[in-house]
T-cell receptor, first 109, second 116 residues
Framework: GESVGLHLPTLSVQEGDNSIINCAYS??????FIWYKQESGKGPQFIIDIRSNMDKRQGQRVTVLLNKTVKHLSLQIAATQPGDSAVYFC????????FGQGTELSVKP | KAGVTQTPRYLIKTRGQQVTLSCSPISGHRSVSWYQQTPGQGLQFLFE???????NKGNFPGRFSGRQFSNSRSEMNVSTLELGDSALYLCASSLATGSTGTNEQFFGPGTRLTVL
């Protein structure tokens, strides 16, 4: 079936710590994944993407890891800041976007 | 350049009414997709339009429809509104020149629809 899920609905971290948000997907044929950030009152915003021919991709303070063997991907945010507080979604794109349920990240000062 | 704009931002309707939402994509983007976001179901794909043609469709009843104009602006319509249609409706645009549409999608702020 089509489903992309996240392990935890909420995550609370201390400012300056690293955050890890996890996501499991069910379709082994999926070949393109994206992480989105959604702040209150706004639409999802692209953070980083990864294709299935890669297992790691780095951006500015963010890293996405893809483990195709167990159909799992994660988003790592280094030195988490208050501005990182938002809901994070992983999504699989095959023409349309199939979203997971989201993880709400709260950053404590 | 200007981002994706959606109008109206907020809307209140009653059951049985119909509603039309509008989306203006980023200039040069030819693909527009619509998504419904609710606390219970999360973000769900409604449909995608490319060059005025519906290219992809999600699992929503026929009460949900859309169209795209020659300038790439898109509208979606929901007829015979139900309480469960209360949601944030998001529009996303992309260049999406290929049939698989793997180009990055840029989202608008959404239209918050409340059905009473």
């Amino acid at each position: 079936g089509e489903s992309v899920g996240l392990h935890l609905p909420t995550l609370s971290v201390q400012e300056g710590d690293n955050s890890i948000i996890n996501c499991a997907y069910s379709n082994s044929a999926s070949d393109y994944f994206i992480w989105y950030k959604q702040e209150s009152g706004k639409g999802p915003q692209f953070i980083i993407d990864i294709r299935s021919n890669m297992d790691k991709r780095q951006g500015q303070r963010v890293t996405v890891l893809l483990n195709k063997t167990v159909k799992h991907l994660s988003l790592q945010i280094a030195a988490t800041q208050p501005g990182d507080s938002a809901v994070y979604f992983c999504a699989e794109q095959r023409g349309k976007l199939i979203f997971g349920q989201g993880t709400e990240l709260s950053v404590k000062p | 350049k200007a981002g994706v704009t959606q109008t109206p931002r907020y809307l209140i309707k009653t059951r049985g009414q119909q509603v039309t939402l509008s989306c203006s994509p980023i200039s040069g983007h030819r693909s527009v997709s619509w998504y419904q976001q609710t606390p219970g179901q999360g973000l769900q794909f409604l449909f995608e339009y490319f060059s005025e043609t519906q290219r992809n469709k999600g699992n929503f009843p026929g009460r949900f429809s859309g169209r795209q104009f020659s300038n790439s602006r898109s509208e979606m319509n929901v007829s015979t509104l139900e309480l469960g249609d209360s949601a944030l409706y998001l529009c996303a645009s992309s260049l999406a020149t290929g049939s698989t549409g793997t180009n990055e999608q840029f989202f608008g702020p959404g239209t918050r629809l409340t059905v009473l």
